[in-house]
């Protein structure tokens, strides 16, 4: 065995532009700031206790919180990470432990690749 391969755990995500600016036009942006930073938060947490569910083993507490991440994700134009997580909801639907390892931990990367995302464009006017 002399050859080893790489594999690179980082993929392109990116927050729908089009989803924020929507937002910002339907409620103003003090209420859209709001709206951003309290899913943001959200996020953050439920992130967090997807993975403390996953190491309990309680499954069907995880699919929930897998999936009040979509509505939440998608909320804010994260539609790479609502789609992950759906993945997640679909490997515990189908019993396969490694494919539930396996897209939890694509879904908690790109949670975290998403967060930092919208983190930056706070920065950049809408």
């Known amino acids: ?7 690179r755990l980082k993929e392109k995500v990116h927050v729908d532009q089009d989803r924020l600016s ?10 859209a700031e709001d ?33 009040s991440l979509i509505a939440i994700a998608d ?9 992950v997580s759906g993945d997640v ?4 639907d189908s019993t396969d432990e490694p494919a539930i390892a396996a897209t939890l931990a694509r879904l ?3 949670g975290e690749q998403s967060l930092t995302a919208i983190w930056d464009l706070q920065d950049i006017t809408i």
Do not use: F, P, W
Request: hydrophobic fraction near 45%; glycine fraction near 8%; aromatic fraction near 2%.
């Open 108 to 110: 908690l990367r790109i």
């Open 35 to 67: 709206v951003v930073c309290r899913a943001m938060e959200e996020l953050a947490l439920r992130l967090s206790h997807c993975g403390r569910l996953h190491q309990n083993g309680t499954r069907e507490d995880l699919r929930k919180c897998a999936r």
């Open 22 to 31: 929507a937002l910002y036009a339907e409620l103003g942006e003090a209420g």
């Open 89 to 92: 909801i679909n490997a515990i």
């Open 1 to 7: 065995m002399d050859q080893v391969l790489n594999i």
């Open 75 to 83: 909320q804010i134009g994260m539609h790479v990470l609502a789609r």
